[in-house]
């Protein structure tokens, strides 16, 4: 039965995940929220995935996260409300790929499954016909379609780099790993609920929740769609996701030794030593080469990231996901009625901080939009990360953020989830 | 008996244009003139080595083997393969990018009477002809080296290695690099598009030389043109002849000559069928320099191209005016090439001279306006008879670019400078007796004082006078380097840092002046950028930080692999976005 007016109290649990992204939101319709009904109850979702697992993370910490979750919402109707997850990068939906958390997930009956427009399987990703023939839009969803073949072959290519250039091959690995393709994830997802539960959103549109969040106003911010975006020409989109299909599509990518240009001339031993230090430089050249590659690879997909707005009474909880500037930006300058979402942000009070810290994801105008800032009791800052993790330049989390962070706002990372426990409440009173 | 000498040049087979522009339905291949030498295996020469190693596959290719022959002449082998077999061999690949690379050499010296070196330190420039699998070839100081890319096209692999645009753009950034390495370091738009828009008016400037290929690509015309070309009575004894409604600038302008590498552009370009740039279209307009779309370096740079460009379509133009018609409206077609090889011959020398005229840093399309004429008037006083410097001048105008110098050649030093201290025969060679020079000339020149200072570079410049008698000048480049706080700008300096720029942030600014001096020692030109220049700092300081430089975005060590990439995906960053 639907409460007649808002939830009383809101709970956002931090799942200590290491280097990825795991939500649950409760909102309790009654109080206190020890003594809410089941019928009083939703249980959000938002991703559910991880890149590293904490050290301190036994076996099973995935299915142990998943049974809590299922605790949690059996204590209400015995189903999720919703499942959100942001985008496609393997940090934030791995679980759904595990063969024993999934089944877990999906007897959850989620309610509604939200995920960013990119995703939605009727935009043809595998479409083999001219670009031209193609909307801008589902240029754009093969392109990203593509990464993963894309990530995957780059990073065969490391493996004959890495003698010469180590460190950056070991970025490569990270970042190329985060975008493949994550197939059974996505796969099960598509399978999680039936499609008329699924919603594919951008910015501005409906996100579903309305149907299953009473008195919560929910807004989605991100991301845009090419045909929203002014300064993402078409032509530009199609000349990107060509530029992709060339980097893709030759025959033998990855492939050492089989020397598919010209086999016949291809030498049989090592480079002479008069080469020898111009053959590493071109090493190193590639490498770096690919290091950039999969970087565009892996902001494109970031910035897919769906960005969620919840507001319940005077309080506002934003949901980025991994969303970067190029998201971002639509909603705080390119959109027409982009003053009316600045005033909004002005009011968050729980900022999700966007991917896991890093320096690309927390823009000074959407810092400097938050007027809640600086009063630590009304502004909570949450952050799941792992330090150590990412070995590229500009640490994550940025020590910057993370000071800037301490000292405005209540800050909570899942980096200090108590020793024993695996994850982290807050509790705001709405 | 006396041993004969040697030959001075040797000749390769390259391909003239890339493998997709064809004439009679075959590719269009020349036989260009390079400078003799002993070539070892790969080739390797003594300014260029090529060393065929692919990345992608972690494949070495076997190098090419020269044999010497007689009267220490090498033989291409090359010379009498077909195209089919040039095209799938990949020391034919090699020695392709070999022969254009040494081509262009030639020409910068040619332009400037010495050698030209590398950036640098070593003798050798390294090509990698089959680098990696990526749609991009580009220059890299730090690996001292030119990178071409192949990729899958629709009708087979596209080789970079094979276009010659391509591999003149690159070898032209790299003798740029030599000339003024201080042209990499992060400054105004114009910069950045200076190195693209240089490289590209050379790429296309030199094809002229290639007489056959003038002849093709006019026979060929633009797109959707008819046939224009028309075989001669016997009895005028000129061979094929040309229509003058083909001689147009409208026309000229579509040509296949005055396109930047065909093939990659269709490859490559949506919607297909273009070049990678037609800078020659760019219609005139004063709106380009200031429009924002125009601040990405290679679009920049077009309408640099567009303005030499069309400025050599004039004097070609002018130079067919007075040819007579072999049959009514109808001109010799060898005629009409030989005027555009004159014309686009001293149009390159003009434009790789003004580089010793350019200021050593933050150079901009007016500088090298001003430098071009300088350059023009030093060489050749009387401009009268096909007007040169006029075209010049007219065409830069017309796409908004004016002289930085008031009076449009730069200005003659006037201020006498102290030599007592100093030796004239070292002056001129040796950069410490020039640093002892400007040292001692530091006020008169009117240098930032407290800042580093130093010698970048000495060089001779041999050329003919207006006389005929030898002209020996000597061009010297001083920088001067200031690292400080964003705080300090406006206390050491005057300069307001860009308003939201954090007090914190390290800012590097550099200043720097030519010294063109006359055969007695004696300061002609003094061609600069003050550190100090208050206004001018503050522009480019904005425009880097709009740009996200400071944010770590134009950094980077291998500036025009990046470049390349992120044009190629039409990437643009939010500007003035930071992160806390």
């Known amino acids: ?430 | 008996m006396a041993r004969p000498l040697p030959p001075l040049t040797q000749s390769f087979t390259i391909i003239a244009q890339d493998p997709s522009v064809r004439y009679k339905g075959r590719i269009l291949t020349s036989e260009v003139e390079v400078p003799a030498e002993k070539l070892n295996h790969g080739p390797w020469g003594y300014r260029v080595h090529v060393v065929d190693y692919d990345a992608s596959t972690d494949t070495f290719y076997r190098p090419v083997a020269y044999k010497t022959g007689r009267r220490q002449t090498i033989r291409d082998p090359f010379k009498e393969s077909s195209n089919r077999d040039r095209l799938t061999d990949p020391r034919f690949h090699a020695q392709n990018a070999y022969a254009i690379v040494m081509r262009i050499l030639a020409r910068f010296e040619f332009a400037l009477g010495r050698r030209v070196g590398w950036s640098f330190k070593r003798h050798q420039l390294k090509i990698a002809p089959h680098a990696f699998q990526d749609a991009n070839a580009f220059y890299s100081r730090q690996d001292e080296g030119l990178f071409f890319g192949y990729f899958p096209g629709r009708t087979g692999t596209v080789f970079s290695c094979l276009s010659h645009d391509v591999v003149a753009h690159e070898t032209t950034h790299a003798l740029l690099d030599g000339l003024r390495e201080l042209y990499m370091v992060p400054s105004s738009p114009d910069q950045a598009a200076f190195h693209e828009g240089f490289a590209d008016i050379v790429a296309l400037l030199s094809v002229f030389s290639l007489k056959e290929i003038v002849k093709a690509g006019l026979a060929l015309g633009g797109k959707g043109e008819r046939r224009t070309v028309i075989r001669a009575p016997k009895r005028s004894g000129q061979g094929t002849l040309i229509s003058r409604e083909r001689l147009t600038i409208q026309s000229l302008r579509r040509s296949v000559l005055l396109s930047l590498a065909e093939q990659m552009g269709k490859e490559m370009s949506v919607p297909q069928g273009q070049a990678l740039r037609q800078s020659a279209k760019l219609t005139p307009s004063r709106r380009y320099i200031e429009n924002a779309d125009f601040r990405e370096p290679h679009r920049r740079g077009e309408v640099l191209v567009a303005a030499v460009l069309n400025a050599f379509l004039r004097v070609w133009i002018a130079r067919l005016r007075p040819l007579g018609e072999i049959t009514p409206g109808y001109l010799s077609l060898e005629r009409v090439v030989e005027e555009g090889a004159t014309a686009a011959d001293h149009l390159l020398t003009i434009c790789i001279r003004a580089i010793d005229y350019c200021p050593p840093v933050h150079i901009t399309f007016g500088d090298f306006l001003s430098a071009v004429l300088t350059a023009d008037e030093e060489a050749c006083p009387d401009d009268s008879r096909f007007g040169y410097r006029k075209c010049l001048l007219r065409s830069f105008e017309s796409y908004g670019i004016r002289p930085a110098s008031p009076q449009i050649t730069w200005m003659r030093a006037t201020r006498l400078l102290e030599h007592e201290r100093v030796h004239f025969d070292p002056l001129k060679q040796d950069p410490d007796e020039l640093f002892h020079f400007i040292w001692e000339n530091r006020k008169a020149l009117r240098l930032c004082d407290g800042v580093f200072t130093g010698v970048v570079s000495l060089r001779p410049s041999v050329r003919r006078g207006p006389d005929g008698f030898v002209l020996q000048e000597t061009v010297a480049e001083y920088v001067q380097i200031a690292s400080l706080k964003a705080s300090d700008l406006r206390r050491r300096l005057k300069i307001r840092p860009p308003e939201d720029m954090p007090l914190d942030t390290p800012v590097t600014l550099y200043g720097g002046g030519t010294l063109v001096l006359d055969e007695w020692g004696n300061v002609k030109y003094h061609i600069r950028n003050r550190l100090d220049h208050a206004t001018l700092q503050e522009q480019r300081l904005k425009y880097l930080w709009e740009s996200g430089f400071f944010a770590g975005q134009a950094a980077g060590l291998r500036r025009f692999a990046q470049l390349h990439r992120m044009r190629a995906v039409g990437k643009r960053v939010r500007a003035t976005e930071g992160w806390i």
């Open chain 1, 1 to 430: 039965m639907a409460p007649t007016r808002g939830p009383r109290s809101i709970r956002v649990r931090a799942y200590h995940v290491g280097f990825g992204d795991c939500f649950l939101l409760s909102f309790y319709y009654t109080s206190p929220a020890e003594q809410a009904s089941p019928a009083d109850q939703r249980h959000v979702l938002i991703d559910f995935g991880t890149r590293k697992l904490p050290e301190s993370a036994a076996k099973g910490h995935f299915l142990k996260i998943a049974q809590n979750i299922k605790e949690e919402c059996e204590r209400g109707e015995g189903k999720l409300h919703a499942l959100v997850v942001t985008h496609r990068h393997s940090d934030h939906l791995s679980a759904f790929g595990d063969s024993k958390v999934y089944p877990i997930l999906k007897g959850l009956s989620p309610g509604v499954v939200i995920q960013p427009w990119t995703e939605d399987p009727k935009l043809p990703t595998d479409a083999t016909g001219p670009l031209k023939s193609l909307t801008a839009s589902q240029t754009y969803v093969r392109y990203l379609s593509d990464q993963g073949l894309l990530a995957q072959g780059l990073l065969k290519e490391g493996r004959w780099l890495a003698d010469a250039d180590a460190a950056t091959c070991r970025q490569l690995a990270f970042l190329g790993e985060e975008n493949l393709k994550n197939l059974n994830a996505v796969k099960n997802l598509q399978k999680i609920a039936p499609p008329e539960k699924h919603r594919y959103v951008y910015y501005g549109s409906e996100s579903g929740l309305e149907e299953v969040l009473e008195g919560v106003k929910t807004m989605v911010l991100g991301p845009p769609t090419l045909e929203q975006y002014p300064t993402l020409k078409k032509d530009k989109t199609k000349c990107e996701a060509e530029y992709w299909r060339l980097c893709l599509s030759t025959p033998g990518r990855g492939q050492a030794g089989r020397h598919q240009l010209f086999s016949a001339a291809a030498a049989r031993s090592k480079p002479p030593a008069y080469a020898r230090w111009f053959v590493d430089r071109a090493k190193m050249v590639r490498s770096n080469q690919l290091l950039e590659l999969v970087r565009n690879l892996d902001e494109a997909l970031n910035n897919t990231s769906v960005i969620l707005l919840f507001e319940i009474g005077d309080k506002c909880l934003l949901f980025p996901g991994d969303a970067e500037v190029g998201n971002w930006s639509y909603a705080l300058f390119e959109a027409v009625d982009k003053d009316a979402r600045r005033e909004q942000l002005a009011g968050v009070t729980l900022y999700k901080v966007g991917h896991h810290g890093s320096m690309n994801a927390t823009p000074k105008t959407l810092w400097a939009t938050f007027e809640n800032k600086g009063k630590k009791k009304q502004f909570t800052t949450l952050m799941s990360t792992m330090a150590g993790v990412y070995t590229g330049p500009g640490e994550i989390p940025r020590g910057k953020l993370v000071a800037e962070l301490q000292a405005k706002s209540t800050y909570i990372t899942t980096e200090k989830t108590p020793s024993g426990e695996f994850f982290q409440d807050v509790i705001i009173q709405a």
